[in-house]
Every structure is written in C-alpha cells, then in structure tokens.
C-alpha cells in the first residue's frame, strides 16, 4: 500500500497570510492526526479526524483549523500566519479500532517570514 | 490525565554498548505505550507496542507498572540505531492541550 502522502512538502508564507496543507491518508485508514514538530516544543498534537468529524483537538488556537473529506484526505488551515507558527506538520493515518497505531507522512515543512 | 516523559534529551553510547531510552509515564487507568522513531531524512514510524511485547531491530521494551516505566532496552548498539526515539501513549488517553508524544531522546551512537 502507499504510505501516507501529504502536499506540499515545502511552503513558505509572510506573516498574516493563510495556508493549507493537504493529507492523503493509507487506503483504508479512516483516522487522520496531525501535529506540529518543532526543535523547541517536540511533537503537538493539533487534532484528529474521523468520519469527517473531528473526535480530538489539542491546545491550539483557532486559527488552526482542519477538515476531513469523504474520501478520508484531510486538509489543515492556518489562518493569520505568525512567525512561531514556522514547523514541520505531520499528518497520520490509522486504522479504526487501532488508532494509536499511527503511520506519519514525510511532512510539511512551513516556513513563516 | 496520561503524560509520559522521556528524562533524556540527548543520549550518546559506543557503537556494540547497551542502551536504554528512559520513558516514565503517569496514569490514571491501564496504559497503551508506544515507542516511534525518526531516523535522519526518514519519517516518523512505529517502533514496539507495549501489548505486542515484541524485538523489533534488536530493541525491547518492557512495561513495568510497578515503576510506571517503558524503557527502551537494546543490548548492543548500532551506528544505524542513530535516531530522534520518541515514548508515545494512546491518542484517546492524552491530556488535551499536552504533548501527545514525550519530547523525544536523541540517541547517537558513536563508532
């Protein structure tokens, strides 16, 4: 099976611009988590989505946001950019009953200036 | 709440010593632990499940109740074994707003 894709892999953005990145999940898996890695925070975890409805959130602001299509691609936003929003965002898929087994894509590396 | 924590930021041993990547959880119900790691230029990927209790790549990890661990134990280390290792509970148990992921141990292995 293919792995967990996501698009772009590389994105730079100035400050008060919006983005979206994209997420293409393992065929089959229906869950899909993204997180923000940073060098100072580690691993984030931002939310998870299921059946195009999102079933966990962590702690970030609003202007983070995300949505899942039938098809189970996930896409996230982020609104209003900031310096500090400058990471790598990793999607991951999982299998139902099996969620906490999760398989990452490569990345987005966003760069904010 | 469940958090974990990974004591460790850096780790360095030579090349065929043993090595052991703390992990420390805290929990209030009966954990699922995880260990992921990120070699250099690759992704982030599943390691060991705690209820699998599998060797994967040489390495163990044993969970002790008692002392509310998850170690990372392998007897000899690798040059290849160089990698961010990162100590993860459930998805569904996590505190929301934390860290899912304990903050990793970056293991060097030295020739």
Known sequence: KAGVTQTPRYLIKTRGQQVTLSCSPISGHRSVSWYQQTPGQGLQFLFEYFSETQRNKGNFPGRFSGRQFSNSRSEMNVSTLELGDSALYLCASSLEGRVYEQYFGPGTRLTVT | ?111
């Open chain 2, 1 to 111: 709440a469940q958090r974990v924590t990974q004591p460790e930021k850096l780790l360095s041993v030579f090349k065929g010593a043993p090595v052991e990547l703390k992990c420390n959880y805290s929990y209030s119900g009966s954990p699922e632990l995880f260990w992921y790691v990120q070699y250099s230029r690759q992704r982030l990927q599943l390691l060991l499940r705690h209820i699998s209790r599998e060797s994967i790549k040489g390495f163990t990890a044993d969970l002790n109740k008692g002392e509310t661990s998850f170690h990372l134990k392998k007897p000899f280390a690798q040059e290849e074994d160089s990698a961010m290792y990162y100590c993860a509970p459930s998805l569904y148990n996590t505190n929301a707003g934390k860290s899912t992921f304990g903050d990793g141990t970056t293991l060097t292995v030295k020739p």
